[in-house]
């Protein structure tokens, strides 16, 4: 049981570091199946995986996480 939870969370860690590369949905729904699975078991791990797709990227943007930062260009000021 340790081992398979160990292997879960390495797996979760590995998936993590790479949705850049992967498109960040697929890491989202790795770690909303993880936290599925360790809260509900299998359906969990369904349903997680389902809201992390769906709902991840406004999640994470919410809390700041990822997403595009506003940048205003610089005020021109008047010379005189």
């Known amino acids: 049981m340790i081992r398979s939870s160990l292997a ?14 992967a498109g960040e949905r697929i890491g989202d729904a790795a770690l909303g199946a993880l936290a599925g699975a360790v ?13 992390g797709y769906v709902k991840g990227p406004n999640i994470a943007h919410g809390m700041g996480l990822k997403g595009h930062h506003a940048h205003r260009p610089p005020s021109k000021v008047a010379r005189q």
């Open 8 to 21: 879960i969370a390495a797996t979760a860690i590995a998936l993590a570091a790479t949705p850049a590369a």
């Open 39 to 51: 809260v509900l078991g299998p359906v969990g791990a369904v349903a997680g995986g389902v809201v």
